[in-house]
C-alpha cells in the first residue's frame, strides 16, 4: 500500500526562523509535488519535482527531491506570516498525473 | 480564464436522497479526477479519468459515481447519500502527460444529515 507521509502535522514558528517539512513515500516515484491550501480555500501549486536531485526555490521556500531516500524536504528561510496555511505533498507513482497525497502540514508564523 | 469550476458550493442533503456534483474545466484537460478532503486524512482519490469514456476508481470509490461523456466535464454522482460522506470534495484536472500539476476546482462542502 501506498504511504505518504508528511511530518510534522502541525508546525508554530516565528517570524524570521527558519524550519524544514518533511515528505516520505513508500512507493518509487520520480515525481513530487507541492501544494498549498490556505483556509477555506482550494489548492494551489507550489513546486513540481521531476527527478533525484531537484530543487526549486520560490521567495522564502525551497523544495528538495532525493528519490533514492524516498524524501522530499519544504524549507522555510525567514517565515513571514503570509506563509501560514496548510502544505502537502503529493506522488505520482505510476507517472500520470495520478497523485496520492500526505496528510498535509498546518503552518502558523506567528509575529 | 483557465479554470476548474465545480457546483454547488455548499450542500446539505438527507441520507439517501441522490445527488450530483458537478465539475467543469475549460483547459482542454485529458485527466480530471475527484478527491474527498477530511481532516487528519489529507487527500483521498475517489476516481480519475484518463479521457472521454475511461474512468477508474481511486482510494476511497465506495458509495460514489463518475462519468466522462465529454473531456471537459467530469460529475460526481453519490447515487444514496450516507453521514459518512459528509466531506469537502474538490475536483481537478491536468493535461495527464505525467509531469504537469494538478488544477483543482474550489471545492464543494458536503453535509449528509
Known amino acids: 500500500e501506498l504511504k505518504v507521509e508528511q511530518n510534522p502535522l502541525f508546525l508554530s514558528m516565528q517570524e524570521g526562523k527558519n524550519y524544514t517539512i518533511y515528505c516520505n513515500y513508500s512507493?518509487?516515484?520520480?515525481?513530487l509535488y507541492w501544494y498549498r491550501q490556505d483556509p477555506g480555500k482550494s489548492l494551489e501549486s507550489l513546486f513540481v519535482?521531476?527527478?533525484?536531485?531537484a530543487v526549486k526555490q520560490e521567495g522564502r521556500l525551497m523544495a528538495s527531491l532525493d528519490t533514492k531516500a524516498r524524501l522530499s524536504t519544504l524549507h522555510i528561510t525567514a517565515a513571514v506570516h503570509d506563509l501560514s496555511a496548510t502544505y502537502f505533498c503529493?506522488?505520482?507513482?505510476?507517472?500520470?498525473?495520478?497523485?496520492?497525497f500526505g496528510a498535509g502540514t498546518r503552518l502558523t508564523v506567528k509575529p | 480564464e483557465a479554470q476548474v469550476t465545480q457546483n454547488p458550493r455548499y450542500l446539505i442533503t438527507v441520507t439517501g436522497k441522490k445527488l450530483t456534483v458537478t465539475c467543469s474545466q475549460n483547459?482542454?484537460?485529458?485527466?480530471m479526477s475527484w478527491y474527498r478532503q477530511d481532516p487528519g486524512l489529507g487527500l483521498r482519490q475517489i476516481y480519475y479519468?484518463?479521457?472521454?469514456?475511461?474512468?477508474d476508481k481511486g482510494d476511497v470509490p465506495e458509495g460514489y459515481k463518475v462519468s466522462r461523456k465529454e473531456k471537459r466535464n467530469f460529475p460526481l454522482i453519490l447515487e444514496s447519500p450516507s453521514p459518512n460522506q459528509t466531506s469537502l470534495y474538490f475536483c481537478?484536472?491536468?493535461?495527464?502527460?505525467?509531469?504537469?500539476?494538478?488544477?483543482f476546482g474550489s471545492g464543494t462542502q458536503l453535509s449528509v444529515l
Open positions: 483547459m482542454n484537460h485529458e485527466y
Open positions: 519535482l521531476l527527478s533525484n536531485g
Open positions: 479519468s484518463m479521457n472521454v469514456e475511461v474512468t
Open positions: 481537478a484536472s491536468s493535461l495527464g502527460r505525467g509531469d504537469e500539476k494538478l488544477f
Open positions: 512507493t518509487t516515484s520520480d515525481r
Open positions: 503529493a506522488v505520482d507513482p505510476y507517472n500520470n498525473n495520478d497523485m496520492r
